[in-house]
Every structure is written in C-alpha cells, then in structure tokens.
Nanobody, 123 residues
Framework: QVQLVESGGGSVQAGGSLNLSCTYS?????MGWFRQAPGKERQFVAA????????FYTDSVKGRFIVSRENAKNTLYLQMNSLTPEDTAVYFC???????????????????WGQGTQVTVSS
C-alpha cells in the first residue's frame, strides 16, 4: 500500500519560510501538495512528475513555493517562501496521476493522501 506522511509545518510570521516534507512508501507516480483552510475547499498547490522533471503550481504560489522530490530518499518537499496569512491551511501531500488542466498545466488526482500538517502564518 502507498503511505504518505507529512512533516515540517508550524507557525511563522508573514514573510517567513517553511520547508515541508513528505516521506512515502509503496509505488508512486506523480506527487504534489494540496491545502485546506477552515471553511474552504481543498485547493491544489503544486505537483511534480514521477522523475521530478516537471513541476506545476497554482498561480497564487508561483514564484514563492518550490516543489521537489528525491526518489532515492522517498521524500517529497515543498519549500515555501514569502509566506502570507492567506497561506494558512492544513497542507496535504498526495500521490496519483497528473491531470492536464488550465491554467496550471496539470493538477494531481490524489489517489493517496497524507494526514496533513498545519501551517499558520501570522501578520
């Protein structure tokens, strides 16, 4: 079975940075990140192909977040910079096939999910 475990969440001031990680086991294809704020729907954040050769982002995080992976370490990362209070949410890593979309270029179907890690950004 595919298992995903996120870590690295926490509380930071606006303008700060956090680096999330997600360790995984089992077979995976593309992977990525979603987030969900209280009272809001789960939102796609970023995705990366199985080999790490291509990345995709929602417009609100482009230029601030970087998704990467190290397959040899079975680890997915999300480097988050210039954080704002609007980034406050529970962040989930996910695994599944890429879905072509506009304007991101691709999103992730999310066949498997981690438990989530809280990110809180104060002004």
């Amino acid at each position: 079975q595919v298992q995903l475990v996120e870590s690295g969440g926490g509380s930071v001031q606006a303008g700060g940075s956090l680096n999330l990680s997600c360790t995984y086991s089992g077979r995976t294809f593309a992977m990525g990140w979603f987030r969900q704020a209280p009272g809001k729907e789960r939102q796609f954040v970023a995705a990366i192909t199985h080999t790490g050769g291509e990345t995709f982002y929602t417009d609100s995080v482009k230029g601030r977040f970087i998704v990467s992976r190290e397959n040899a370490k079975n680890t997915l990362y999300l480097q988050m910079n210039s954080l704002t209070p609007e980034d406050t949410a529970v962040y989930f890593c996910a695994s599944g096939p890429l879905l072509r979309s506009f304007p991101e270029g691709a999103t992730l179907r999310g066949d498997y999910w981690g438990q989530g890690t809280q990110v809180t950004v104060s002004s």
